[in-house]
């Protein structure tokens, strides 16, 4: 008899047991034994998107933002590096594609240089992102979409594609809607790095539902090279990130908040634990 965690692996694609490494939060936490994908177990028919609403961003989760909206600066701060790496190590300009977009910082840096579409699962972000005349379509990535909007020379992709349901076949559709040498940012956490082999199931970026995949340069690697794509460029990056979102998460997770610090969302504070990676790849024909 098969166990309960015999599954098919989202990147090597083996029907295989997964270990049960721990629970967090009433969620399973599990391993393929294989290429070593991390994975949450969540219930069949599971509403990913009932994840994003206004709460997430207004402080309202406990994995969520204290407030999206007053870190405007910061983030927007740390877009234009990440942008920077981008038109460094791929197109320039042309046409952008940003998946998980939330409030639209980053379409808002790049824009001076792109023409600029977003897709955005979240109704209430989207509906900000219109606001501020932004193109973006409010759902899933779809074929129809893309083939409206595409081809694209660069997608984008930050701290998103742990939150996919399907990362292999969200990848197979943007390999088909970008234009040819056409290039794609991803950036999530390093389930292999030090930081979080020490830290367990307390590792800051394991937060179950929201994260239903765990990542390694190994692993993600290999799934880009698996659809057509070779990685030209990987660095970890140093981010500056809001010192209220920081306060607010590390309060929910001790049980103890201190609403001065997480209303200071407005600083901005550098942190590099090495234990995220930001990779850019470029299509190749298959």
């Given at each position: 008899?098969?166990?309960c965690?015999y599954?098919e692996c989202g990147?090597?694609?083996?029907?295989t047991?997964?270990d049960?490494l721990?629970?967090?939060?009433?969620?399973?936490?599990?391993?393929?034994?294989i290429?070593?994908l991390?994975?949450?177990?969540v219930?069949?028919?599971?509403?990913?998107?009932?994840l994003?609403?206004?709460?997430?961003?207004?402080?309202?989760?406990?994995?969520?933002?204290?407030?999206?909206l007053?870190?405007?600066?910061?983030l927007?701060?740390?877009?234009?590096?990440a942008?920077?790496?981008?038109?460094?190590?791929?197109p320039?300009?042309g046409?952008?594609?940003e998946?998980?977009c939330?409030?639209?910082f980053?379409?808002?840096?790049?824009?001076?240089?792109?023409k600029?579409?977003?897709?955005?699962i979240?109704?209430?972000?989207a509906k900000?992102?219109h606001?501020?005349?932004?193109d973006?379509?409010?759902?899933?990535?779809?074929?129809?979409?893309?083939?409206?909007r595409?081809?694209f020379d660069?997608?984008?992709?930050?701290?998103?594609?742990?939150?996919?349901?399907?990362p292999?076949?969200?990848?197979?559709?943007l390999?088909e809607?970008l234009?040819e040498?056409?290039?794609?940012?991803i950036?999530?956490?390093d389930?292999?790095?030090?930081h979080?082999?020490?830290m367990g199931k307390?590792?800051?970026?394991m937060?179950?539902?929201?994260h239903?995949?765990?990542f390694?340069?190994?692993?993600l690697?290999?799934l880009l090279?698996?659809i057509?794509?070779?990685?030209?460029?990987?660095?970890?990056p140093?981010?500056?990130?809001?010192?209220g979102?920081?306060?607010?998460q590390l309060?929910?997770?001790?049980g103890y908040?201190?609403?001065?610090l997480?209303?200071?969302?407005?600083l901005?504070?550098?942190?590099?634990?090495?234990?995220?990676?930001?990779?850019?790849?470029?299509?190749e024909?298959?």
């Open positions: 008899m098969r166990s965690n599954r990147i090597c694609g083996t029907w047991d997964h049960l721990y629970e967090k939060w009433g969620y399973p936490i599990l391993r393929c034994r290429c070593g991390g994975s949450t177990s219930p069949d028919g599971f509403d990913t998107a009932s994003y609403g206004e709460g997430y961003f207004r402080g309202g989760q406990v994995d969520g933002y204290a407030d999206y007053s870190s405007e600066d910061v927007r701060k740390e877009f234009r590096r942008l920077l790496q981008l038109r460094r190590n791929g320039s300009e046409r952008l594609l998946i998980g939330a409030y639209g980053f379409l808002l840096e790049a824009q001076r240089y792109f600029c579409t977003g897709i955005e979240s109704p209430f972000a900000y992102c606001s501020r005349g932004l973006v379509h409010c759902g899933i990535v779809n074929a129809d979409l893309l083939l409206d595409g081809p660069t997608v984008v992709m930050l701290d998103c594609i742990e939150h996919l349901a399907n292999a076949g969200t990848l197979k559709l390999w809607a234009s040498n056409g290039s794609l940012m950036s999530t956490g389930w292999d790095s030090l979080a082999q020490v307390r590792w800051r970026l937060t179950p539902p929201q239903l995949f765990y390694s340069y190994r692993t690697t290999a090279a698996k057509g794509f070779r990685v030209t460029n990987c660095i970890r140093w981010k500056v990130i809001p010192l979102l920081a306060a607010y309060g929910n997770r001790l908040r201190i609403p001065f997480e209303s200071l969302s407005f901005g504070v550098p942190l590099n634990l090495f234990d995220t990676i930001r990779v850019i790849a470029q299509k024909e298959i």
